[in-house]
């Protein structure tokens, strides 16, 4: 691999990464924005949006999983010329989608009686429901909006989607100012008008990538002309077979954090509320490196398709260097502004230190949870989805959770040493999963007999 070529490869993945990233840190404005503004209310509130958004994200992997299988599938369609491909695709990526949201809400309304088995403190429990209802029913558009903005990035056509995703989030600001405050004559509905202005700015974005779709001349031949039609199910099963092995990969590294979460939540309702923060912060940065991931899928995905098996190596190492590059810069600033960057989201004192103590972990959790992620999603252009989530299910639940338990309580370190734990199976990750891409890109590799599979 010479300088030259690398560079090259490097233009190319900044190019197809740069709109990606503005667009994850787009879907993410709306839990940040959320979060924000929820902790002007108090540490109470705030407390109930992380246990609330803890429960959501489980069924949110899953969906985010399976909209990265129609990635998958349509890179490499577009490398192999098949826009019937990537047509199916996008059909059966939306039915996946809108099944698993409706399944998302009808599992928040059976979770409903059964909150206090979570044990977190009562005063959380009490004004959860109804906001999680209402954010449970916001993951029908939210997951179907998904599969939409992975096939445009897929077709390498990702700056429409953002900034339809823009749209959105500055939607959901303007409604959580009119509706958590009361503002412009509406009732002041505190945690609840939270989350109905996520739900309307969701549904308002779904509505105008669709409508983009279906008028935008570059992509009438790769998107769907019956939208609604039945589905096939042996390209339901495909997608399948793809989506379900990235999402338990994504959903071992959440569940982690879910499972530190509920035992976080054990410490009181302050050592919740700082969590949030500092989870708000890494999830937001993280966003980043996923947005390079996402780019790499597709890239790794079309030279696949496209049977061009020499650009692979270079265009994993561009992805690297771009995640090393931009960790160095976040991760510095949470370990040298964690006072300020936690003083922007909540007043109490004692929150605001614990936060800040955790956004010195999270600065150094950075570099290895992005060198994980970028393997992860370039892995996922070859299709090789199996295996690495269950490396990434090993690291986190026989290290992760019990390291960080034992820190947390026998040694006494609290949230931080259940956050080292965390930090201890994101290094585990990502020395695996880069170990075998860099195994798959080899040169020397047999690629005509099938070596890239499981």
Not at 391 to 419: D, F, H, K, N
């Amino acid at each position: 691999m010479n300088l030259s070529r690398l560079l090259a490869e490097s233009r190319s993945t900044m190019r197809l990464a740069v709109p990606l990233i503005i667009g994850q840190l787009g879907q993410m404005l709306i839990s940040l924005s959320d979060t924000l503004m929820l902790g002007w209310l108090g540490v109470t509130p705030l407390a109930a949006c992380s246990f609330a958004n803890t429960l959501i994200y489980l069924p949110m992997m899953i969906g985010i999983g399976m909209s990265m299988a129609v990635s998958i599938r349509v890179s490499q369609a577009r490398g192999a010329g098949d826009p019937a491909a990537a047509r199916a695709a996008l059909r059966h990526g939306l039915f996946i989608a809108l099944v698993l949201g409706l399944l998302t809400l009808a599992g928040a309304w059976a979770l409903l009686p059964m909150l206090d088995l979570f044990q977190q403190d009562p005063r959380v429990i009490a004004v959860v429901p109804d906001f999680l209802l209402l954010v449970a029913a916001s993951m029908i558009p939210a997951m179907a909006s998904m599969a939409v903005k992975n096939h445009a990035d897929a077709m390498n056509r990702p700056w429409p989607v953002f900034w339809i995703s823009i749209g959105g989030v500055a939607l959901n600001i303007v409604l959580n100012w009119i509706l958590i405050f009361g503002k412009l004559g509406a009732l002041a509905m505190g945690l609840e008008g939270a989350a109905l202005a996520t739900l309307i700015a969701r549904s308002v974005a779904l509505a105008g990538m669709i409508a983009w779709c279906r008028g935008d001349a570059a992509l009438r031949e790769w998107v769907p002309t019956r939208w609604l039609r039945a589905p096939e199910w042996s390209g339901v099963k495909d997608l399948l077979r793809s989506g379900f092995p990235a999402s338990m990969q994504l959903l071992a590294e959440v569940s982690a954090f879910v499972a530190a979460t509920l035992i976080i939540g054990h410490m009181g309702e302050a050592a919740l509320a700082s969590h949030q923060v500092a989870i708000q912060c890494a999830a937001t940065v993280f966003m980043i490196p996923l947005g390079i991931s996402m780019a790499l899928t597709v890239r790794i995905g079309e030279a696949f398709g496209a049977r061009n098996f020499k650009a692979m190596r270079a265009i994993v190492v561009s992805g690297w260097s771009m995640g090393v590059a931009v960790m160095l810069v976040t991760a510095s600033s949470f370990i040298f502004f964690n006072d300020p960057l936690a003083g922007l989201f909540i007043d109490d004192p004692a929150v605001r230190r614990m936060a800040a103590s955790l956004l010195v972990v999270a600065g150094a959790f950075q570099f290895c949870d992005s060198m994980q992620v970028i393997a992860a999603g370039a892995l996922r252009g070859l299709d090789d989805v199996k295996t690495p989530a269950w490396l990434a299910m090993g690291a986190y639940w026989a290290v992760s959770i019990p390291v960080g338990w034992l820190l947390a309580y026998p040694v006494g370190l609290g949230v931080t040493g259940m956050w080292w734990g965390i930090t201890l199976g994101l290094t585990i990750t990502a020395v695996l999963l880069g170990r075998r891409i860099w195994s798959k890109t080899s040169a020397r590799r047999d690629w005509d007999r099938g070596e890239f599979r499981n």
